[in-house]
Nanobody
Framework: QVHLVESGGGLVQAGGSLRLSCTFS????????TGWFRQTPGKEREFAASISWSAGPTYYADSLKGRFTISRDNAKNMTYLEMNNLEPEDTAVYYCAAADRAKWFPRWADKYHYWGQGTQVTVSS
């Protein structure tokens, strides 16, 4: 069973930066693509970024391109989300997710099979 644990969330002022981390365990990390989604109260979970199992192709929500960067370290079973120039609208719970490489669609939440518990990111104005 895959287990995902996010860390790195917190409170930051607008214009600041945060780096989220996601620890993967339980299966072979290189068999899974990983991604980040975010959710605010009353809204559906929203795609933020994803990366292939080889740490090759990356995908971003259009609104986040240029500010967010996803990366992964297959030797450490880690996925990261570097978030820069944060805006109050980025306030959300951020979730790490993993998808079987054979069944992965980069932007579709329902194609991710495993999810972490989430980490809160709050951006003050």
């Amino acid at each position: 069973q895959v287990h995902l644990v996010e860390s790195g969330g917190g409170l930051v002022q607008a214009g600041g930066s945060l780096r989220l981390s996601c620890t993967f365990s339980g299966r072979a990390f290189d068999q899974y693509a990983t991604g980040w989604f975010r959710q605010t109260p009353g809204k559906e979970r929203e795609f933020a970024a994803s990366i292939s199992w080889s740490a090759g192709p990356t995908y971003y929500a259009d609104s986040l391109k240029g500010r967010f960067t996803i990366s992964r370290d297959n030797a450490k079973n880690m996925t990261y989300l570097e978030m820069n120039n944060l805006e109050p609208e980025d306030t959300a719970v951020y979730y790490c997710a993993a998808a079987d490489r054979a069944k992965w669609f980069p932007r579709w939440a329902d194609k991710y099979h495993y999810w972490g518990q989430g980490t809160q990111v709050t951006v003050s104005s």
